[in-house]
């Protein structure tokens, strides 16, 4: 096994609050440094068609905005806003495809792998169905404490780089260029996990629901993404119980507070 290769797969142990999570959430970039907000997209373009989809340019992202602020009861839950997501196109800003996510960090232990969150937020995302969004969500991002090296899982790493073309050398196949790595799949295990108990709560349909792995290796941060099998209860669609007055809120919220809101 090379090191040079593990190296790759060797991952630093995240000590995150749940504020640093959501900042990591509303910033990502792609390896090549471009902007990725397609995991927050997901929230409010579920029923769209591709073209619409394509329409639709970035989003303002305002976080952790008090309830108060918008005009609601300070008293009732979610106490904040956790991520407020407004998408934008070429014909103006879409209030009226407002989503709201709430935030929660989930941080298993190699003696507690199945840990689960304080709390799985249903209450917070109940609130904000209840306070009528156009489109809520749940989010759990999961910090996993690094496995040591004989709980790793060897696999094979294809030491040729992406998109090379070059013809293999003589006398050589694809399997020659194949290193033996160890791969930590804890995350994969615990955003499943996560997946899961969200699946079998009683979250309604209509709500988004994604659980990641967050990981950094090679002082770069990964998400990792839940098995194909769970990706399809991911998406959601309208709130049944939107209010047209909320819709009002936000954008009276979004023109009286413009810093409070990113454009990306």
């Not at 004989?150 to 040729?160: A, F, G, R, T, V």
Request: charged letters at 30%; one cysteine or more; a neutral charge.
């Amino acid at each position: 096994m090379s090191e040079e290769y593990q190296k790759k797969f060797d991952r630093e142990e995240l000590s995150l609050n749940e504020n640093e999570v959501i900042d990591i959430l509303v910033d990502w970039h792609d390896k090549s440094g471009k902007q990725d907000l397609r995991h927050l997209k997901h929230f409010v373009t579920p029923d769209l068609e591709l073209q619409e989809y394509f329409e639709i340019k970035g989003l303002y992202v305002g976080t952790n905005i008090l309830r108060q602020e918008l005009g609601f009861n300070k008293n009732e839950k979610p106490g904040d806003f956790d991520i407020v997501l407004i998408p934008y196109s070429d014909s103006g800003i879409h209030f009226e495809r407002t989503a709201v996510c709430e935030v929660k960090v989930v941080r298993p232990t190699r003696q507690k792998p199945q840990k689960n969150a304080n709390s799985l937020g249903t209450t917070q995302l109940k609130g904000l169905i209840k306070d009528g969004f156009p489109f809520v969500g749940l989010i759990h991002i999961s910090l996993t404490e690094p496995l040591k090296d004989h709980e790793k899982m060897p696999i094979d790493y294809c030491s040729l780089p992406v998109g090379d073309y070059t013809p293999f050398e003589k006398g050589k196949t694809f399997e020659d260029y194949l290193v033996k790595v160890k791969l930590d799949h804890f995350q994969w295990y615990s955003a499943d996990k996560q997946m899961q108990r969200l699946i079998s709560s009683e979250i309604p349909k209509y709500a988004g629901i994604l659980c990641f792995g967050l990981t950094q290796r090679d002082n770069e941060y990964w998400l990792e993404t839940v098995s194909v099998k769970y990706s399809s209860f991911e998406k959601g669609y309208f709130n049944p119980n939107l209010k047209k007055e909320t819709i009002l809120k936000v954008a009276n919220h979004f023109k009286n507070n413009p810093s409070k809101y990113i454009k990306k």
